[in-house]
């Protein structure tokens, strides 16, 4: 019998003699240890690590992790239970002890004083999981010595990055491989006629009844009265129509297929790509490869190139930061996550270090750390008041901060600190600070004599913190420049109400409003807060430095801007300032509120809850992704002048940019769908167009649009695909619309957690 489908085997076995239930790999083709499976349990509310001794394999061939594990039942028999991971699940590998697992282990030896020669972070590594498609977020191993570590470690990073080339090259094959499955109901591994059958109706194939056998017949080659996976994959192909590809080539070709000049004009004129001759041969080299054409592209050759060459990607993804660094911090949108540490939602959800590394890594260039005291003397970070999990503050600052803050991009990180601890922990928080970011954390005092902010160029690779201080008042007694402001304070009595009904333990929700951060009482904290202290709100017209920023929530920051000169007067205070802005205390399912009003007044941090797979985190990558994706987006002008005549409600000052798009085709949809194409961004530009339904196996659609965008330097095209009446989401895709490229472009859609699907759109693009 077969592997089932979630990868998980199971055999019993009536004796002693355990026998491995899948097919055994060779020696050349396989990497096999005994390693210790670390996790971490929870019995009766208590929490603690057990180890696991486990046989596990590298499989190159099937390209998966195994583990096996046996457990006798209570008759006797023995269950053996194979686990299977496939690379394309895990996005990295880390050595040493980098995993909320481990932090547990390392933090108990300190406090206990023990050691572990078992569990020494030399011999350890962590698997890091998609917990997009996982439970669990890690696999956390121990191995018998550094050597073993440090072989797995480098054979698991060398497979991953073959699977993600793979992963991106046949998306095909994957949607192939689900249909196949879904399609095969006697789980033999081949179709027989009646599936067959079943499964070119499921997809839409206008094919009769009398013309099934003779596909049948074609498909199944080696006459064996079924059709397996790859022949299927073969006579899929042979159906697969593309007639907007093929006018295409038809228009291009001499003779035989499209010539090498030919290609170079093609994408010179239509794709207005900077490419010389020489690069076109080898385009035709690498499309042709399997063919012994050298001098043109024929037919297959041709689709190949437009359906997967980067030639053809909606926009040009590179690393290079092309926008102007040298303005100041105001001038920019700063990429911005809210309660960074959760992983879930508000309330009950665990709280991970490993979330601060992921939104480095995703180029997040502001992170929010919520401190309060912890046990001996430690800062610990949670939600407070919630029974959201606690992780210390100075795993994360030693694990996630200090070695991810730079590896995305070299500018500026900002620490947004929710200050709720006593004087002798603000010591400790500045002294961890000091110790374990070293030279990386700018300590400098303001330059008063200047009259803005750093640019970003100014701070490289420097980590500022966001916190309130203490100042002199006239009287000498010291007070605190922001006392009251937290993210965690209720901005309303409805607000508090639906924190308390929310918090399941009644004597936690009778301190909701202890919950207003601390007076700020350290020396030492005070010293290394310069350019972003925070200045409790007070009015649009209250005195600021220019090193002094504030926060709102969202219903807030909408409140105070709601009518035209008060808008007018918040984008002025952003050109100087910073702002940031932050979901409301209702949204303790860490939905995320519509970021692009906040953007069209100038705010610059604009704070969302990452760990939400929604359209707002979609629309945020897609702003993000420009300038390199550095986590730094320029200002248009209209946002940084200090006069000007922009509204944030109606059309002046334009810079009109239109756009004729014309959507041809789509791939992999399903059945009945429509396409829908909006225009998110200043308010005069919100624009949404929906195309007419198909049915097709590979709709064609030829329908055409013209976009008149007024603020084109704010505004996001968002395309989705979705299935007719029930309007669900079959795939989307987000694009910043200044870096939309001209020609015929491919729109690979996705899910909202940014996981690629094989669904693709076919457009037509004239700037």
Request: with cysteine.
């Amino acid at each position: 019998r077969r592997p089932d489908r979630q990868g998980t085997g199971y055999r019993y076995i009536m004796n002693t003699q355990i026998s491995f239930p899948f097919k055994s790999s060779s020696l050349d083709n396989s990497v096999q240890d005994q390693l210790i499976k670390v996790r971490r349990k929870k019995l009766f509310g208590l929490k603690f690590v057990r180890k696991f001794h486990r046989e596990f394999t590298i499989d190159h061939n099937e390209q998966v992790i195994s583990y096996k594990t046996v457990k006798t039942e209570l008759c006797g028999v023995k269950r053996e239970k194979v686990t299977n991971i496939s690379f394309s699940d895990i996005v990295g590998a880390r050595k040493g002890w980098c995993t909320d697992t481990f932090h547990k282990i390392r933090n108990k030896n300190e406090k206990q004083g023990n050691s572990s020669s078992l569990l020494n972070p030399h011999k350890c590594f962590s698997l890091i999981l998609d917990h997009r498609r996982h439970g669990k977020q890690t696999l956390d191993l121990a191995c018998k010595d550094t050597e073993t570590r440090d072989r797995w470690h480098q054979e698991v990073r060398k497979i991953i990055s073959q699977v993600k080339e793979k992963d991106e090259q046949n998306s095909h094959n994957k949607f192939i491989g689900n249909l196949f499955k879904s399609a095969d109901k006697s789980d033999n591994g081949f179709l027989e006629k009646e599936e067959f059958a079943a499964l070119l109706h499921e997809i839409n194939l206008d094919i009769k009844e009398s013309e099934v056998d003779l596909i049948f017949k074609k498909a199944d080659k080696n006459g064996s009265l079924g059709v397996d996976e790859e022949e299927f994959n073969e006579i899929y192909i042979s159906l697969l129509s593309r007639p907007d590809i093929l006018t295409i080539f038809n228009n291009l070709k001499h003779k035989k297929g499209v010539p090498i000049n030919q290609v170079h004009k093609f994408l010179q004129e239509t794709q207005g790509s900077q490419i010389d001759i020489k690069d076109c041969k080898n385009i035709v080299l690498q499309y042709e490869s399997r063919r012994k054409s050298k001098d043109f592209l024929g037919w297959r050759g041709f689709l190949e190139f437009l359906s997967s060459s980067e030639h053809f990607n909606i926009m040009k993804v590179d690393n290079v930061v092309n926008q102007d660094m040298s303005k100041p911090l105001s001038h920019y949108f700063i990429n911005s996550s809210h309660n960074t540490y959760l992983s879930g939602d508000q309330l009950v959800s665990d709280s991970s270090v490993d979330e601060y590394m992921k939104a480095l890594e995703g180029g997040c260039r502001c992170v929010e750390l919520d401190c309060w005291n912890g046990p001996d003397g430690e800062p610990i970070i949670y939600h407070g008041w919630t029974l959201t999990s606690q992780i210390l503050l100075k795993d994360v600052l030693a694990d996630a901060i200090k070695p991810y803050a730079f590896r995305t991009s070299a500018y500026p990180v900002i620490l947004s600190i929710e200050n709720h601890l006593n004087k002798d922990q603000q010591e400790t928080m500045a002294n961890h600070m000091k110790e374990i970011l070293g030279n990386l954390l700018y300590t400098e005092p303001v330059d008063e004599a200047r009259d803005c902010l750093p640019s970003p160029e100014d701070l490289k690779y420097k980590i500022l913190v966001k916190a309130k201080k203490k100042r002199e008042t006239q009287d000498n007694i010291e007070k605190d420049s922001n006392a009251g402001e937290s993210d965690a304070e209720p901005e309303s009595e409805s607000d508090e109400t639906i924190l308390k009904s929310n918090v399941e333990d009644q004597h936690v929700a009778a301190n909701i409003k202890e919950m207003k951060t601390q007076l700020t009482e350290s020396n030492a904290l005070n010293s290394i807060v310069n350019y972003c202290e925070a200045l409790k709100f007070t009015s649009l017209d209250q005195e600021r430095h220019f090193w002094q920023m504030f926060s709102l929530t969202e219903t807030k920051a909408l409140e105070i801007s709601n009518a035209e000169e008060k808008a007018k007067k918040l984008v002025q205070i952003n050109t100087r300032n910073l702002s940031r802005i932050y979901p409301k205390g209702t949204r303790t399912d860490s939905s995320n509120y519509d970021p692009f009003p906040f953007w069209a007044r100038g705010c610059q941090m604009v704070a969302l809850n990452f760990q939400t797979a929604d359209d707002k985190n979609q629309h945020n990558r897609a702003v993000f992704t420009q300038n390199g994706g550095c986590g730094y987006v320029l200002k248009p002008e209209y946002l940084t002048a200090k006069v000007n005549h922009y509204s944030v409600f109606t059309s002046t000052y334009e810079t009109e940019r239109t756009l004729k798009i014309k959507l041809l085709s789509g791939q992999h949809l399903g059945k009945d769908v429509f396409v829908k194409i909006t225009v998110f961004g200043h308010p005069v530009d919100n624009y949404s167009w929906s195309s007419s339904v198909k049915t097709d196996f590979c709709p064609v659609w030829e329908e055409e649009l013209e976009l008149s965008v007024r603020r084109p330097e704010v505004a996001v095209l968002e395309f989705k695909a979705l299935a007719a009446g029930s309007e669900s989401l079959v795939g989307s895709y987000s694009v910043a619309l200044p870096v939309i490229q001209k020609g015929y472009r491919n729109v690979r859609l996705e899910n909202y957690d940014g996981t690629k699907i094989a669904a693709n759109l076919f457009f037509l693009f004239e700037i």
